[in-house]
C-alpha cells in the first residue's frame, strides 16, 4: 500500500520561500516516478515537478529557476523547495507517486497528473501580494 503525506505548506508572502516534504512508503524502488502537482481554485491540477528513481528531474516552466525537487531515500521523503514564490503559485500541492512509462527501451516520467496512481491528500501554499 502506497502512502504519500505532504507538510510544510503554509502563507507567505510574494518573494518569499517554502519547503514541501512527502514522506512516502510502499512504493517500488525501481522505475517509478514521484513528484508534485497543484490546483488552484476553479483551475484544472498540473504538474510541477517529477523526480524519477534515477533522480532525473523534470519542470514545469512555470517551476524551472525557483523549484527545486529531491529526494532523500535514506528517510523515504520527497521535497520542493520553492523560492521566489508569486501570488500565483497559491494552491493546494499534492504528492503524488506511480510507475514510469516504457517506451523507446527506456523507462521515464512525463510532468503531467496523468503520470501518478497514488496521491497524498495535499498541502495549501498561499502567497500574498
Known amino acids: 500500500q502506497v502512502q504519500l503525506v505532504e507538510s510544510g505548506g503554509g502563507s507567505v508572502q510574494s518573494g518569499g520561500s517554502l519547503r514541501l516534504s512527502c514522506a512516502a512508503s510502499g512504493h517500488t524502488r525501481r522505475n517509478y516516478c514521484i513528484g508534485w502537482s497543484r490546483q488552484a481554485p476553479g483551475k484544472e491540477r498540473e504538474g510541477v515537478a517529477v523526480i524519477d528513481s534515477d533522480g532525473r528531474t523534470t519542470y514545469a516552466d512555470s517551476a524551472k529557476g525557483r523549484f527545486t525537487i529531491s529526494q532523500d531515500n535514506a528517510k523515504n521523503t520527497l521535497y520542493l523547495q520553492m523560492n521566489s514564490l508569486k501570488p500565483e503559485d497559491t494552491a493546494m500541492y499534492y504528492c503524488?507517486?506511480?510507475?514510469?512509462?516504457?517506451?523507446?527501451?527506456?523507462?521515464?516520467?512525463?510532468?503531467?497528473?496523468?503520470?501518478?496512481?497514488?496521491w497524498g491528500q495535499g498541502t495549501q501554499v498561499t502567497v500574498s501580494s
Open positions: 503524488a507517486a506511480g510507475l514510469a512509462y516504457y517506451g523507446g527501451g527506456y523507462y521515464y516520467c512525463v510532468i503531467q497528473p496523468s503520470q501518478y496512481t497514488y
